[in-house]
């Protein structure tokens, strides 16, 4: 088991407290987002103490919230650029292993695809040199089938990749695959996975805890048991009581038998 937690699991801690939870509950390590680091300004020192002193593995996703790489305005652009080698920057800095990177999306209708995506090929064969320039691997993230996203499956991640160096690797997110799809079948049509994240999705909401949506607990166990690859525990909890770490914490224990403990009064001194 290779299982790391989000670190926007525990959106109210600073990024070296989250490191010491996912710790005390039996993590091996921690994908770290940045705009967590820049929201607490927590300190980059706080973050590698805390990581040699736990011993914790880190990963890394780039900022990606008010971002697109392939956006019509090219300011927009630049500065997507600009933020995503930002936080390549601080990766390398705290000692992370690998970078997630969210591809963009079209800004007006399906018929600009091409359009985007050569934009996005542009922007991501620049990431790709600059990552390589100072030491950390890019990953692409697959998303979810929404409206303006368009790396979205096998054939347009594949496609991707395939335009780009091959250090350019790929995270698998089991929430991102429609309910109606066999998300094993999905998993082996794509190429170069190194990462995967794992939560659950519901027809309407995506990242739910464990066990509140429709994702097959064989699939879970498959991904999380017999993966060599860092196995990430996604979704957003802004709970000072943990509820939704939690949520995801008993599902683990209690259907797939993993050594993970809850957050409780007693183990807990993070306030």
Not at 36 to 47: K, M, S, Y
Not at 199 to 222: I, R
Request: aromatic letters at 8%; proline letters at 2%.
């Amino acid at each position: 088991m290779n299982l790391f937690l989000s670190s926007t699991l525990c959106w109210q801690h600073s990024v070296d407290r989250v490191i010491e939870i996912a710790n005390d509950l039996g993590f091996e390590g921690v994908e770290v987002w940045a705009e967590q680091v820049w929201f607490h300004r927590t300190p980059i020192n706080q973050i590698i103490e805390a990581k040699e002193k736990y011993n914790v593995k880190l990963t890394f996703h780039a900022a990606s919230w008010d971002l697109n790489l392939c956006a019509l305005n090219e300011g927009i652009r630049q500065q997507s650029i600009n933020e995503v080698e930002k936080s390549m920057l601080l990766a390398r800095e705290i000692g992370a292993l690998n970078v997630t990177v969210h591809p963009g999306k079209r800004t007006l209708t399906e018929s600009w695809t091409q359009w985007h995506y050569d934009q996005l090929v542009t922007s991501f064969s620049s990431l790709a040199q600059f990552a390589s320039n100072i030491g950390v691997e890019m990953s692409i993230e697959q998303m979810e089938h929404e409206k303006k996203e368009f790396i979205i499956d096998a054939r347009s991640i594949n496609e991707l990749i395939n335009d780009l160096p091959s250090t350019v690797k790929v995270i698998f997110d089991i929430a991102h695959v429609p309910l109606e799809k066999d998300i094993l079948q999905y998993y082996s049509q794509i190429e170069r996975i190194n990462k995967i994240h794992v939560s659950d999705v519901t027809h309407s909401k995506y990242h739910v805890p464990l066990g509140s949506g429709g994702v097959q607990v064989e699939t879970l166990l498959y991904m999380i048991m017999e993966n060599q690859h860092p196995v990430i525990l996604e979704g957003f909890d802004q709970n000072e009581g943990f509820s939704n770490l939690n949520k995801n914490v008993r599902f683990l224990r209690d259907k797939l038998n993993l050594s993970i403990k809850e957050v409780t009064s007693e183990n807990i001194s993070y306030k």
